[in-house]
Each structure stands twice: as structure tokens, then as C-alpha cells.
């Protein structure tokens, strides 16, 4: 072994070891809190639900099941399964792709083929976290091909970073398309945007070391990623990326009209990166993504929460099916 990769053993148990510690003398409290917060956070979202719901359901001179079950009952199911079942396959080639891409160009030479199965198993544990779904990316590259688990977590580090910035772009677009027409709460839209904007133009100089040259924090393993980034792979990102959003406008309207809802692409622009976004982050978020559906679309209360659940959880639960498909490949090439 050279001293090198000595060296770098070494930080690693270090480095993990600190963590350990750390994590045994952080205080429990701290962790409750959260989990009271989200908890709390996701109740408010379902008594909105159950608030909004049981209002359009008094309206209709209905009990709030038998409702509910009407809306479902109207549903076309066949023609929703089958397009639901081709953008998510669609969804999974797209986001393998833009994996593989940033990996070649920020760390190493590895083959689409060969990160197919590990994004795939990924989503299984992306039901419960995305970003942990991406740690145990980083973690399967790190055993399977000796990649320094720094640099590969930095990669996945550097996804989730655009991920951010591309779905704020496509916002901003669908709020300069639409913006008169869009919910009050939109407004913010033009400030959140030049905010970040201006933020990731400071981050680029940071790290092109033109900003505070002398600074080390930028020299941290785990920020290697960013160091090596360049604007036109932040901009290549953007653009392999954006075929699944696209997709995705199409697909979520045609889905809305088999839910009994109209709807056009325009409209749907600027929502679903927001929405995304949402889905994307932690609990409680994704149940708050759901309730965004009922707030964007007032008028069909009913249709709209049972889209939000449905939509949402079906394509997490198919990308785990696709998961499910490439696990013993994952297992092999792990633990040969």
C-alpha cells in the first residue's frame, strides 16, 4: 500500500472514529426536538387534509369515505398505471445517466452499465431518504471499485447541490411563463431567485479560490467534488437533467386529466419543481408536497389529495421494484 493511501486509511478511521464520539456525546434532546418538530409539522399537513376535504365532502351532501371513494371510483387506473410505469422507467435511465456523467467528471472513468444497478438499489432506501439513497451509493462505489469513500460522498454531494439549482431554474421559468397568473405565494419567486443567483456566482469564486485564496475550508475531502467542479458541468448537469422535468410536466398533466382534473403544461411549470423539491427533502416534507397539490388546486379538493398520495408514492414504491430487479446483481458485485 503506498504512503498515500496510508495516509488516507488512516483520516478515514480517524475521521470516523471523531464521528463516533461525536455521536455519543450529542445530546439526545437535540434529536427528540427534530423529531417532535417534523412530527408536528407533518400533523398539521394531514389535519389541513382532513380539514379541506371534509369541507368539499359537506358540500357534496357526502360522508368524507364515501367521497373519497367516489373520487377514487372515477379514476381511469389502466391508462394512469401504464404512462406512471414508463416515465418512472424513463426517470431511472435519465437519472443513472446524469450519476454517471458527474462521477466521470469529477472523480473517475466508471461505465453507465456498471452504476445501473447500485441507482437502482438506491431507491429502495430512498423510500425512507433520498440522500440517504445517495450515501449508500457512495458507499457500494467505495467498496465495489476502492474509490476514496470521501470523494465519492463529495459527487453526491455536488448532485444534490444542483439538483437544488436546477429545480430553482425551472421554477423561475415557470414563473416568468406564468407569473400573473400563479398563487400569491409565488411572488417570493423573484427573490428567491436572484438570492440564489447571487449565491451560487459566490460559490463558484470560493472555490475557483478567486474569493478568500488563503482559506482552507474549501480543501476539506469531503468538498473535492467542488474544487474540481467547473461552470460547464454545473450547466451540463442542468441540461441532462432536465429531459426527466420536462417528461415530467407532460406526464403529471395527462395523469391530472385521468383524475378527472384540467390542467395545461404551462401551468404545471412552475408547480412541480416546488413540488419536487418538497418530495425530495426529508419528512415532513413529503407529506407538506402532497398538501401542496390541494393548495395549488383549490377547486377539485378531493381529486387532488388522492393524486399528491397516489402519484407520489407510486412512483417512490415502482423505483423500489426497479430496485428490487438489480439487487442480487448489487450483491454480487459488492461482497465478491
Known amino acids: 500500500m503506498s504512503e498515500e493511501a496510508q ?8 475521521t470516523e472514529a471523531g464521528a463516533s464520539t461525536e455521536q455519543m456525546q450529542a445530546p439526545p434532546k437535540k434529536g427528540l426536538a427534530g423529531r417532535i418538530v417534523f412530527l408536528l409539522i407533518t400533523a398539521a399537513c394531514f389535519a389541513y387534509l382532513y380539514y379541506r376535504l371534509n369541507g368539499a ?25 401504464i404512462l406512471m410505469m414508463g416515465y418512472s422507467l424513463f426517470y431511472f435511465l435519465i437519472d443513472t445517466l446524469v450519476v454517471t456523467r458527474a462521477l466521470n467528471w469529477l472523480l473517475a472513468d466508471i461505465k453507465y452499465k456498471d ?14 431518504n433520498e440522500q440517504i439513497g445517495k450515501g449508500a451509493m457512495a458507499y457500494y462505489l467505495n467498496k465495489r471499485d476502492k474509490i476514496p469513500g470521501w470523494e465519492v460522498g463529495s459527487v453526491m454531494l455536488f448532485i444534490m447541490f444542483c439538483e437544488i439549482f436546477y429545480l430553482l431554474v425551472w421554477a423561475t421559468v415557470g414563473y416568468l411563463s406564468a407569473g400573473s397568473g400563479l398563487p400569491d405565494v409565488f411572488q ?9 443567483a447571487v449565491f451560487l456566482v459566490v460559490w463558484l469564486l470560493y472555490f475557483s479560490g478567486k474569493i478568500l485564496p488563503g482559506n482552507q475550508f474549501r480543501e476539506k475531502r469531503i468538498l473535492h467534488a467542488f474544487r474540481k467542479a467547473q461552470p460547464i458541468h454545473y450547466l451540463k448537469f442542468f441540461l441532462l437533467r432536465s429531459p426527466a422535468l420536462l417528461a415530467a410536466i407532460v406526464v403529471y398533466t395527462t395523469a391530472l386529466n385521468f383524475f378527472g382534473v384540467e390542467a395545461s403544461f404551462l401551468e404545471l411549470l412552475p408547480y412541480l419543481p416546488v413540488i419536487f423539491f418538497a418530495a425530495a427533502v426529508p419528512t415532513p416534507m413529503r407529506a407538506a408536497a402532497i398538501t401542496f397539490w390541494v393548495i395549488l388546486f383549490p377547486e377539485n379538493e378531493g381529486q387532488m389529495a388522492a393524486f399528491g398520495f397516489v402519484q407520489h408514492n407510486f412512483f417512490i414504491l415502482f423505483n423500489a421494484i426497479i430496485g428490487l430487479i438489480f439487487w ?6 459488492l461482497f465478491a
Not at 495516509?7 to 480517524?14: K, L, R
Open 7 to 14: 495516509t488516507d486509511t488512516t483520516e478515514n478511521q480517524t
Open 57 to 81: 365532502a359537506m358540500r357534496e351532501g357526502m360522508g368524507l369515505a364515501d367521497y373519497m371513494s367516489q373520487v377514487f371510483a372515477n379514476v381511469q387506473w389502466v391508462p394512469w398505471l
Open 115 to 128: 452504476i445501473l444497478p447500485i441507482r437502482a438499489c438506491a431507491y429502495i432506501i430512498s423510500i425512507f
Open 188 to 196: 417570493i419567486m423573484p427573490v428567491i431567485s436572484g438570492g440564489a
Open 328 to 333: 442480487r446483481r448489487a450483491q454480487r458485485e
